[in-house]
């Protein structure tokens, strides 16, 4: 039978997507027909207001969006470095800069090209959620591209023009007539949908379910 296909939409500042992905692999890792699973990522926006060029402390944007106090912005953000840990992440949100993610999601695509697609998303998981990088600054992202393999004449020149921007243009309208309204989120076999950074055995359960019905058609 043909690879059965996981879409999956995130967006590289998303902290439930690095957890979600994370149980998506532990889910993975003890399933039989793991080799037939291909995996291919999406893009999506959690802000696609959040303006070009502008980088605050991503504390500073929850306050202003929540209207939460600074010290209910630190429970929330613990909360899920919790989380996080459990999964064998390390978070450092108290240093994440918010920024508009557009050249980032093109970088995956690029990244993607070039046969490393998840290696590239995890990168930039990474960078935002537990380093503090500036994901929207083109020299940060041509070294995090290159650390997994990404030649870097070609990150600069895509940045340097609308490379791939099309690409991700149409990762947004395909979540839009999905109805995806938050990530993560995914897509098992083009039928299941599994929404959210839901437990290892949800995505056990989802894997089995999808890999059934693709073996029965």
């Not at 296909?5 to 039989?32: N, T």
């Not at 926006?45 to 106090?69: F, I, V, Y």
């Not at 039928?191 to 056990?204: D, I, K, L």
């Amino acid at each position: 039978m043909s690879a059965l296909v996981i879409d999956i939409w995130s967006d590289v500042v998303c902290p439930w997507c690095w957890i979600g992905k994370r149980r998506l692999e532990r889910a993975l890792a003890s399933f039989e027909h793991a080799d037939d699973v291909e995996v291919r990522w999406h893009s999506f926006q959690l802000d696609p207001s959040h303006p070009a060029g502008l980088r605050e402390p991503t504390s500073e944007t929850l306050a202003r969006k929540t209207g939460a106090a600074p010290a209910q912005v630190r429970e929330m953000t613990q909360r899920v470095t919790d989380l996080a840990a459990a999964e064998g992440l390390s978070y450092r949100l108290d240093r994440a800069i918010s920024v508009n993610t557009l050249d980032a999601h093109r970088l995956a695509h690029l990244g993607a090209a070039h046969g490393l697609g998840d290696a590239m998303h995890e990168r930039l998981l990474a960078a935002h959620l537990g380093e503090g990088e500036t994901v929207d600054d083109h020299d940060t992202l041509v070294r995090l591209g290159a650390e997994v393999g990404v030649p870097e004449d070609e990150i600069r020149g895509m940045l340097a023009g609308d490379g791939y921007a099309a690409e991700v243009e149409a990762d947004f309208q395909q979540a839009r007539r999905f109805g995806i309204s938050g990530v993560p989120f995914f897509v098992l076999g083009g039928a299941y949908g599994v929404s959210g950074a839901q437990p290892v055995e949800t995505f056990a359960g989802a894997l089995r379910q999808a890999h059934g019905a693709a073996a029965a058609r």
